[in-house]
Structure formats: structure tokens, C-alpha cells
């Protein structure tokens, strides 16, 4: 009995049960090891823990190759998850990038335009301010020959510096139509010595 029990659990081919088959088993032997004395009768009940702890064994490697299952099809839809997560963010840095370099290329063109206008307006200014000394000059210089003149004028008459001073007038007109500066304040200066003249005379005459 012994011997047939060890070569049926080890040549036996291992098949899924049916519902409570395991339970019915161990039933079975032990109902037979309780009426076999002796040794026999252990071995059905040693049989029958030994099937009861495979069974249990076995449920439980069952349940954790499920869970194993259900765990590897989380980890796969987190995986998955994640690969798409990570596409759309490297989709977002390229974009990103793409925004950067138009913006730094719009900036340096900015910046470009800036420097040329700064150049010219610099430009501009140093002509200017050559041009206002110039003309400083200029008029340093007919101050200094009115000045002269003044000093070395003589007595003519009244009607004479009168007409001095519309010719002046005319001249100046001409020059400011011309753009001539320098000729309109020429005739000016000259303008406003005959008409220091003209007071000077009236002065003189009261006198």
C-alpha cells in the first residue's frame, strides 16, 4: 500500500483540480486511515496533510502569479503612461526651444536696428555740434567786425542809415529763403548796429 501510494504521488501528472477536489481527497484518506491500523494508517494521514499543503501552496502561488499579473499590467499602463508623458514634454521643449531662438533672433535683429540708429543719431549730434561751433565762430567773428566797425564809423546822416537798414531787411528776407544762415545773420547783426546807430543818434540829437 505504501510503496503504491509513493510511485502514484511522484508518476502522477500534475492537473489542475476540480472545485474542492483537494478537500474530497484528504477526505478520502482519511477516512481510510481511520480504518487502517498501524503505519498504513499514518501514511493516509500524512498523505492527506501533505495534499492539503500542497493545495494551499498552490492557491497561493496561483494568487500571487495573478497579482504578479495584474502588478506587470499596472507597471506596463504606468510605462506606457510615462513614454507618452515623456514624448509630450520633449514635444514641449522642442517647441520651447523653437519660441527661444525666434526670440533671441528677433531680439538680436532688435538690437541691430538699435546700434545703426544709435550710430546715425551719434552722427547726427558730432555733425551739429561741429556745425553750432562753426557758426560760433562766425558769429564771434562778425561781432568783433561790427565792434570794429563801430569804432571807426562816422557821422552820416539819418536818411542814409535808414535805407542802410532796409536793405538789411531785404537782404536778410533774401538769405532766409535761400537757407543761408549764415548770410541772414550777417545781415541781422548788421540790421541791429544801424539800429543802435539810429538810437544813438536820436539820443545825441535830444541832447
Same mark, same amino acid.
Given at each position: 500500500?505504501?510503496?503504491?501510494?509513493?510511485?502514484?504521488?511522484?508518476?502522477?501528472?500534475?492537473?489542475?483540480?476540480?472545485?474542492?477536489?483537494?478537500?474530497?481527497?484528504?477526505?478520502?484518506?482519511?477516512?481510510?486511515?481511520?480504518?487502517? @491500523?498501524?503505519?498504513?494508517?499514518?501514511?493516509?494521514?500524512?498523505?492527506?496533510?501533505? =495534499?492539503? &499543503?500542497?493545495?494551499?501552496?498552490?492557491?497561493?502561488?496561483?494568487?500571487?502569479?495573478?497579482?504578479?499579473?495584474?502588478?506587470?499590467?499596472?507597471?506596463?499602463?504606468?510605462?506606457?503612461?510615462?513614454?507618452?508623458? @515623456?514624448?509630450?514634454?520633449? @514635444?514641449?521643449?522642442?517647441?520651447?526651444?523653437?519660441?527661444?531662438?525666434?526670440?533671441? /533672433?528677433?531680439? #538680436?535683429?532688435?538690437? #541691430? #536696428?538699435?546700434? &545703426?540708429?544709435?550710430?546715425?543719431?551719434?552722427?547726427?549730434?558730432?555733425? /551739429?555740434?561741429?556745425? =553750432? !561751433?562753426?557758426?560760433?565762430?562766425?558769429?564771434?567773428?562778425?561781432?568783433? @567786425?561790427?565792434?570794429?566797425?563801430?569804432?571807426?564809423?562816422?557821422?552820416?546822416? =539819418?536818411?542814409?542809415?535808414?535805407? #542802410?537798414?532796409?536793405?538789411?531787411?531785404?537782404?536778410?528776407? !533774401?538769405? /532766409?529763403?535761400? !537757407?543761408?544762415?549764415i548770410s541772414q545773420a550777417m545781415s541781422e547783426i548788421g540790421g541791429f548796429a544801424i539800429d543802435e546807430a539810429l538810437t544813438v543818434k536820436k539820443t545825441a540829437d535830444k541832447a
Amino acid at each position: 500500500m505504501t510503496l503504491w501510494l509513493k510511485h502514484h504521488l511522484m508518476s502522477a501528472t500534475v492537473v489542475p483540480l476540480p472545485p474542492n477536489s483537494s478537500s474530497e481527497t484528504t477526505d478520502f484518506l482519511r477516512r481510510m486511515a481511520s480504518m487502517v @491500523s498501524g503505519r498504513n494508517g499514518a501514511m493516509l494521514l500524512r498523505a492527506a496533510s501533505l =495534499i492539503e &499543503s500542497l493545495a494551499q501552496r498552490a492557491m497561493t502561488a496561483e494568487r500571487l502569479y495573478h497579482q504578479q499579473l495584474e502588478e506587470n499590467a499596472r507597471s506596463g499602463e504606468r510605462r506606457e503612461a510615462a513614454e507618452l508623458a @515623456s514624448d509630450a514634454m520633449v @514635444s514641449q521643449i522642442e517647441a520651447l526651444r523653437a519660441q527661444l531662438a525666434d526670440v533671441t /533672433a528677433a531680439a #538680436a535683429t532688435e538690437r #541691430a #536696428a538699435f546700434d &545703426s540708429e544709435r550710430d546715425k543719431l551719434l552722427g547726427l549730434m558730432q555733425h /551739429a555740434e561741429s556745425y =553750432i !561751433g562753426k557758426l560760433t565762430t562766425e558769429l564771434d567773428g562778425l561781432r568783433a @567786425s561790427v565792434d570794429s566797425f563801430n569804432e571807426t564809423v562816422v557821422s552820416v546822416p =539819418i536818411e542814409v542809415l535808414r535805407l #542802410a537798414r532796409t536793405q538789411f531787411d531785404v537782404l536778410s528776407e !533774401g538769405f /532766409a529763403r535761400k !537757407g543761408d544762415v549764415i548770410s541772414q545773420a550777417m545781415s541781422e547783426i548788421g540790421g541791429f548796429a544801424i539800429d543802435e546807430a539810429l538810437t544813438v543818434k536820436k539820443t545825441a540829437d535830444k541832447a
